[in-house]
């Protein structure tokens, strides 16, 4: 094994800690928000204390006409909206529980509506007043510090793609809050503007792209957003649907648009898959894939959810398993931008980083 001298450069901004929901809804309990900004203190200890990375804090280069590429506008301005405005978007909620008094500032904005695009019979000619909906499940709340800490993520996968366009082998943007659940026009699933996206378009000036996702949930919005797009390849390996969240997507006979057959391309996995060999098996297949595209790029979804400890996920894989993982992506040569997705075992995850990164450079 030959050791590599360099640090891979590691994108992160604080501003991430504003966006804090206190929790998530389970069948009448209230139980904390497992997205938390403690991942991702978790991994920035684990990672300087490794030695392994060069941190950066680039400043705001995104905007929302770079954003528009990737994001519907509207959607865009409804998020910025809501998060400036939380507590004057939900005073009226609040009045009619005769909890108006009790509103703070520091609320999160849940959706409980379904999103316009899901509505079928919502004609725009017939609508009255009507305050649009995009957020398709209740775990994207918006604060009023959500807005900032959307952006500055986003703004890292875009920082990241460009360091990678100006010949950097291998960047890690460390995002939070994710993005691969959320769509062109819609958010869900912790995730609000799809970070893997808008770096996968900003690449594609470079030429055709891969994208590989390996975080546990399918991603299903960053499938959406390149479905029938012939220049980039998605390829992700998850637990499978129905069962598995965001359960409606991720099955194997998903293979892209007519116009872009066969540049979608599913691994899903049984819940309570033990086996490393089996995870593997699939990631070298998905790692073929990649190959026989022959993309210019490789933009990795990396979520640390398939740990067997993970508290809201079902795969098996240990941490050694991470630097396994890693070696073999790195072992593509490809100029790689690695996307913090999700990965919720506050404990283990600067491990897995740690693990995970090791394989990378020591390929
Ligand atoms: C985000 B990422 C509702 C459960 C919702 C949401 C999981 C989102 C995962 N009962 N769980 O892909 O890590
Ligand atoms: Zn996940």
């Known amino acids: 094994m030959e050791r590599s001298s360099h640090h891979i450069i590691t994108l992160y901004s604080p501003i991430h800690e504003g966006h804090h929901p206190p929790n998530e809804y389970l069948h009448g309990h209230l139980v904390p928000f497992f997205e938390m900004p403690q991942r991702l203190h ?16 680039p400043s705001l280069e995104i905007t929302k006409d770079i954003l528009a590429q990737t994001v519907s506008a509207d959607m865009l301005d409804y998020l910025e909206y809501t998060s400036t405005h939380v507590a004057d978007v939900i005073r009226a909620d609040f009045d009619v529980y005769k909890m108006g008094d009790t509103l703070n500032g520091d609320e999160y904005y849940y959706e409980s ?3 316009d695009r899901m509505a079928q019979f919502l004609r725009s000619d017939d609508a009255v007043e009507h305050r649009p909906t995009y957020i398709f499940d209740s775990v994207s709340p918006i604060g009023a510090r959500t807005w900032e800490a959307v952006l500055a993520s986003a703004n890292l996968a875009y920082v ?3 360091l ?6 291998e960047v890690y943007a460390l995002c939070r809050p994710p993005g691969h659940h959320a769509g062109y026009d819609y958010m869900g699933g912790y995730c609000y503007i799809n970070n893997a996206g808008v770096a996968a378009n900003h690449l594609k000036g470079r030429g055709k792209v891969a994208i590989l996702d390996i975080d546990y ?12 797009d012939t220049e980039v390849l998605f390829v992700s390996i998850h637990g499978e649907p129905p ?17 872009a057959p066969n540049t979608t391309l599913n691994f899903p996995l049984p819940l309570g898959t033990t086996d490393e060999a ?23 979804s990396l979520g640390f959810d398939a740990f067997k400890l993970d508290p809201i996920s079902d795969f098996k894989l240990e941490i050694a398993s991470y630097m396994r993982i890693g070696r073999r ?14 990965g919720y075992h506050l404990e283990s995850l600067g491990d897995m980083a740690v693990s995970f990164f090791r394989g990378v450079l020591y390929t």
Do not use: C
């Open 42 to 57: 978790n991994i920035h200890a684990a990672l300087t204390e490794s030695n392994m990375v060069e941190w950066r804090e």
């Open 113 to 115: 509506v379904l999103p």
């Open 160 to 162: 990241g793609a460009g």
């Open 164 to 169: 990678l366009l100006d010949g950097a082998k």
């Open 217 to 228: 949930h399918h991603g299903n919005g960053t499938q959406a957003l390149f479905w029938d």
């Open 243 to 259: 069962a598995e969240y965001p359960h409606y997507t991720g099955f194997a006979a998903e293979k892209g648009g007519e116009n």
């Open 278 to 300: 089996v995870y593997l098996a699939a990631l070298d297949q998905a790692l073929d894939a990649i190959r026989d595209f022959d993309p210019a790029v490789l933009v990795v």
């Open 329 to 342: 992506i790195a072992a593509l040569g490809l100029p790689t931008l690695y996307i913090q997705e999700g």
